[in-house]
Nanobody
Framework: QVQLVESGGGLVQAGGSLRLSCAAS????????????MGWFRQAPGKEREFVAF????????GYADSVKGRFTISRDNAKNTQYLQMNSLKPEDTAVYYC?????????WGQGTQVTVSS
């Protein structure tokens, strides 16, 4: 069974940094997710899930929500079956559960989420 597993969340002070990881198990980036994009969404309490960032298969194309542009960087290592979200200059409004996703021919896979809490 293919799963995406996030890690790296936690509590950080405003202005700090975190790096989230999303690893595939039971499948590989070069197999299940070959030639497909992946990325991150987040959901704050009482709010809808919102797009954060995406990255193409090759990594040559990325996109970010305006709210994180210039502070977050998405990357992927297909050989390690892992994608990353480097988050710098964190703000209290970045507090949310962060979910990674990956597209495949059979649909979109989601991770279980990892909590990021930014204190002021």
């Amino acid at each position: 069974q293919v799963q995406l597993v996030e890690s790296g969340g936690g509590l950080v002070q405003a202005g700090g940094s975190l790096r989230l990881s999303c690893a595939a198990s039971g499948g590989t980036f070069s197999g299940t997710f070959s030639r497909n994009a992946m990325g991150w969404f987040r959901q704050a309490p009482g709010k809808e899930r919102e797009f954060v960032a995406f990255i193409s298969w090759s990594g040559g194309s990325t996109g970010y929500a305006d709210s994180v542009k210039g502070r977050f960087t998405i990357s992927r290592d297909n050989a390690k079956n892992t994608q990353y979200l480097q988050m710098n200059s964190l703000k209290p409004e970045d507090t949310a559960v962060y979910y990674c996703y990956a597209e495949s021919p059979s649909g979109r896979y989601w991770g279980q989420g990892t909590q990021v809490t930014v204190s002021s």
